[in-house]
Every structure is written in structure tokens, then in C-alpha cells.
């Protein structure tokens, strides 16, 4: 099955871009999602990526993936207290959605 | 669009009692709804998945008779937990999608607290 692996915790500054890094396993994923998790409430779609595209881009969110390395990445452009949550990416077909262990984004103000 | 609703937010019941969770999406038809349990500082652990009409398919090591689920129409499914206990204590969320090619979207979760 998918594994999906994240780091735990990033920690900037008010203003700054913050970088959220994700890598999995199964290279037949056909999709890839990020999902915002804030205190005590479900997750929140953020944005996804077709497999067959390299970048997509919303306003101040950016995805990049890379597929030859499987490497999957949200860019949170001029980031503000409100972006404070934990972030999952996940990745799968269209049976069966594996999620990370999520990354818990501290905004510092 | 794409909201999901689930219902109640939190719960607190005795040992033994039986708690059953909403899902419904409100704004589209949700052919399949998934069932996650969250427990603190983790990642969602996929519990079953059910598509509308069909016996819910449950992960490995989750317990049928312990966690039924029905998804009677396309924008409804409930979880129900039988005769809970303190260890069933946890944060369950359903998400739901209307397409095989499209993402699922999440209810805001359900915190049951079994005392």
C-alpha cells in the first residue's frame, strides 16, 4: 500500500513563505491532496494535483510535485497567523486514499 | 459547494451505551462516504468505506458488529458505535466524494468521550 511520510512541525514567521514537504511511495497515485486541519474540526480541502501535472498554483498556495522522486510540496506564499493548522497531503487512486502523518505549521506573529 | 455535514460535534455517554454519528452531504449526491478515526496528535486511520445501497467495506482490523455503518441514500451515512467503551473515546471523521475522480470533502468530525 501508499505510505505517505511529512515532518511533524515548521515553525516561520508572519509574512514568510512556508514550505511543507511530503514523499510517497506508490507511483501509480493519481491524485494528490493537501488538507488543512485546524483545532477540533475535520479536514478542509486545500488543493489537489493530477498526477500527470507538475505544478498548480491558487492564489498564495503552490504544489509542486516532482513524480521521478515523489515528492510532493505546498509553498503557503506571505503566511498569516490564520494559516496556523496541521497540513496532511495524501495520495491515491480512486479506491483508496492514504493520508501523511501531517505537519503542524506554527505562525509565529 | 462540497459541504459536508456531521452531526453531533461531541458526545459523552456512559460505558455501554450504543452512539450513532450523522453524515450528510448537503450540497451533492455522496456515492461513497468514508469513516476515519483520529486519535490525538495522529493521522486518520480509515475505518470503512460504503458506497450508497452497498455493505460497507471495513480496513483490517476493524470490527463490523462494533461499528456499523449504513449509507441508505446518496446523502446519507451513520456510524453507529455499539455498546461503547472508554478505549472507542476518539475523534471520528466521515468524508464523502460524488465521483471516483474526484476528492473527498470532510465533515467537521465527531468527538466521542465514552466515560
Known amino acids: 500500500g501508499e505510505d505517505v511520510e511529512q515532518s511533524l512541525f515548521l515553525s516561520v514567521r508572519e509574512g514568510d513563505s512556508s514550505v511543507i514537504n511530503c514523499t510517497y511511495t506508490d507511483s501509480s497515485s493519481t491524485y494528490l491532496y493537501w488538507y488543512k486541519q485546524e483545532p477540533g474540526a475535520g479536514l478542509q480541502l486545500l488543493t489537489y494535483?493530477?498526477?500527470?501535472?507538475d505544478m498548480k498554483q491558487d492564489q498564495r498556495l503552490t504544489v509542486l510535485l516532482n513524480k521521478k522522486d515523489k515528492h510532493l510540496s505546498l509553498r503557503i506564499a506571505d503566511t498569516q497567523t490564520g494559516d496556523s493548522a496541521i497540513y496532511f497531503c495524501?495520495?491515491?487512486?480512486?479506491?483508496?486514499?492514504?493520508f501523511g502523518t501531517g505537519t503542524k505549521l506554527q505562525v509565529i506573529p | 459547494g462540497a459541504v459536508v455535514s456531521q452531526h453531533p460535534s461531541w458526545v459523552i455517554c456512559k460505558s455501554g451505551t450504543s452512539v450513532k454519528i450523522e453524515c450528510r452531504s448537503l450540497?451533492?449526491?455522496?456515492?461513497?462516504m468514508f469513516w476515519y478515526r483520529q486519535f490525538p496528535k495522529q493521522s486518520l486511520m480509515l475505518m470503512a468505506t460504503?458506497?450508497?445501497?452497498?455493505?460497507?467495506?471495513?480496513e483490517q482490523g476493524v470490527e463490523k458488529d462494533k461499528f456499523l455503518i449504513n449509507h441508505a441514500s446518496l446523502t446519507l451515512s451513520t456510524l453507529t458505535v455499539t455498546s461503547a467503551h472508554p478505549e472507542d473515546s476518539s475523534f471520528y471523521i466521515c468524508?464523502?466524494?460524488?465521483?471516483?475522480?474526484?476528492?473527498?470533502?470532510f465533515g467537521d468530525g465527531t468527538r466521542l468521550s465514552i466515560l
Open positions: 460504503s458506497n450508497e445501497g452497498s455493505k460497507a467495506t471495513y
Open positions: 450540497d451533492f449526491q455522496a456515492t461513497t
Open positions: 494535483i493530477f498526477s500527470n501535472m
Open positions: 468524508s464523502a466524494r460524488d465521483q471516483v475522480n474526484q476528492p473527498q470533502h
Open positions: 495524501s495520495g491515491g487512486g480512486y479506491q483508496k486514499v492514504t
